[in-house]
């Protein structure tokens, strides 16, 4: 079946940097479009941003600029590269693919961005 396995959180100062990876199996990885979303405490689940198979990239307006996304069909990762993070950036960051109808998540990862 399914597994998106994430790491990389954790607890960085505000202007710092954190790459998270998520780890796939059971499924044929270069295919699907993978992405990353996030939620703060009290709200909703967001997009952060999204590669397609073709390596197209797409982010939310909140992270432009900052955040990177790749991914490695060798490795069967993708990857979510942060910078100058924000403590608006706080959250518990998910990746996510859908595959025919269904969507798979991962467990999650915190970031926390405090001084």
């Known amino acids: 079946q399914v597994e998106l396995v994430e790491s990389g959180g954790g607890l960085v100062q505000p202007g710092g940097s954190l790459r998270l990876s998520c780890a796939a199996s059971?499924?044929?990885?270069?295919?699907?479009?993978m992405g990353w979303y996030r939620q703060a405490p009290g709200k909703q689940r967001e997009l952060v941003a999204t590669i397609t198979r073709g390596y197209s990239t797409n982010y939310a307006d909140s992270v432009k600029g900052r955040f990177t996304i790749s991914r490695d069909n060798a490795k069967n990762t993708v990857y979510l590269q942060m910078n100058s993070l924000k403590p608006e950036d706080t959250a518990v960051y998910y990746c996510?693919?859908?595959?025919?109808?269904?969507?798979?998540w991962g467990q999650g990862t915190q970031v926390t961005v405090s001084s």
């Open positions: 996510n693919t859908i595959i025919g109808s269904k969507d798979y």
């Open positions: 059971g499924m044929i990885f270069s295919i699907h479009t």
